[in-house]
């Protein structure tokens, strides 16, 4: 058990590879929506700070993009980037993998894990997806034999499966010392792009399959009035074709996505929310610098 009487306080680095469950095990541990997941790999592109204030223990949870093993592009380069400075500087490493799967991308993170100093703690996550839970009792050996001084913890991140235990284990090992946010401070992110990333979530989720995933978001007009809170984003695309997949026919593929986002807005605003979207095409983003820097991916 953490001792209540002692205040705690530090980062908490989540890292894998792409889709293996870090952004939904993000939003359970906070209780609240705040990074954003599809079934498509590598969603999210940004580190965010997820802060959890409990009592006298206070930990800061860093989303990591997922580690993935192409870099050919300036996009996936800046992802890796964040991904592995998230390493740096934290005081414990929570390390998802998909129960029985093992990638080279989970090699590649592993490689990365066995270089840091703090404490590693192996989440075996997507454990509802298993048949028959006697099949994964060799594979944690086998983790086990990888990672001799992680601790496992099999989670389900979906069915909040044993986050109690993950988040106990996490609270134990962090530093004592003041906390560093106030208490009710959930993300380090501004509203704007946490609404930015709700749209690009619902593009990714309704037309995960057919676009490639250079698709961005800039909020144009972020605007409280009265009780309404208007709302300006803009999506930009690699090409003209991409532009016609998002509206749709007549419309109704870029309605659909605005009334979802919306809707989530509406509960992390905590206000009535009036979404207008635009798509616009604006070649080659994904891979020239400088357009990345002037989206927001500021650390290039
Ligand atoms: N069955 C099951 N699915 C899960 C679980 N956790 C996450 N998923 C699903 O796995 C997919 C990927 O989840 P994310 O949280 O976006 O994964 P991520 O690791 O943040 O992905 P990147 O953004 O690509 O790095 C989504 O469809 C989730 O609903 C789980 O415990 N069980």
């Given at each position: 058990m953490t001792d209540s009487s002692v205040s705690r306080c530090g980062y908490v680095a989540i890292v894998g590879r792409p889709n293996v469950g870090k952004s939904t095990l993000l939003n359970h541990i906070l209780g609240q929506k705040l990074a954003i997941t599809s079934r498509k790999p590598q969603t999210t592109r940004h580190n965010m700070l997820g802060i959890k204030t409990?009592?006298?223990?206070?930990?800061?949870?860093?989303?990591?993009?997922?580690?993935?093993?192409?870099?050919?592009?300036?996009?996936?380069?800046?992802?890796?980037?964040?991904?592995?400075?998230?390493?740096?500087?934290?005081?414990?490493?929570?390390?998802?993998?998909?129960?029985?799967?093992?990638?080279?991308?989970?090699?590649?993170?592993?490689?990365?894990?066995?270089?840091?100093?703090?404490?590693?703690?192996?989440?075996?996550?997507?454990?509802?997806?298993?048949?028959?839970?006697?099949?994964?009792?060799?594979?944690?050996?086998?983790?086990?034999?990888?990672?001799?001084?992680?601790?496992?913890?099999?989670?389900s991140a979906l069915q909040q499966h044993n986050l109690d235990t993950l988040e106990q284990l996490v609270n134990e090992r962090l530093p004592e010392g003041e906390h560093m946010f106030p208490e009710d401070q959930i993300t380090d992110r501004s509203s704007r792009f946490l609404a930015a990333e709700l749209v690009r979530e619902k593009v990714m989720r309704q037309l995960g399959a057919e676009l490639p995933y250079q698709v961005t978001v800039e909020i144009e007009e972020f605007k409280q009035e009265g009780r309404l809170l208007h709302i300006h984003a803009l999506i930009l695309v690699e090409r003209e074709g991409q532009k016609k997949i998002i509206i749709g026919d007549k419309g109704e593929r870029i309605k659909s996505i605005g009334t979802a986002a919306r809707k989530d807005m509406e509960a992390l605003f905590d206000s009535k929310v009036m979404l207008n979207l635009w798509v616009k095409v604006k070649g080659g983003w994904s891979d020239d610098e400088r357009a990345l820097r002037s989206l927001g991916y500021t650390d290039i």
């Open positions: 409990e009592d006298n223990v206070q930990a800061i949870y860093v989303d990591t993009p997922g580690l993935h093993k192409h870099d050919d592009k300036a996009l996936n380069r800046y992802m890796n980037r964040s991904a592995s400075s998230a390493l740096k500087d934290v005081d414990v490493v929570v390390f998802v993998v998909d129960r029985m799967r093992w990638t080279e991308e989970d090699q590649m993170v592993l490689d990365r894990v066995l270089h840091v100093r703090c404490p590693v703690l192996l989440a075996v996550n997507k454990t509802d997806r298993l048949d028959d839970k006697g099949e994964l009792i060799p594979h944690l050996a086998w983790l086990q034999e990888q990672l001799p001084n992680a601790e496992i913890v099999p989670i």
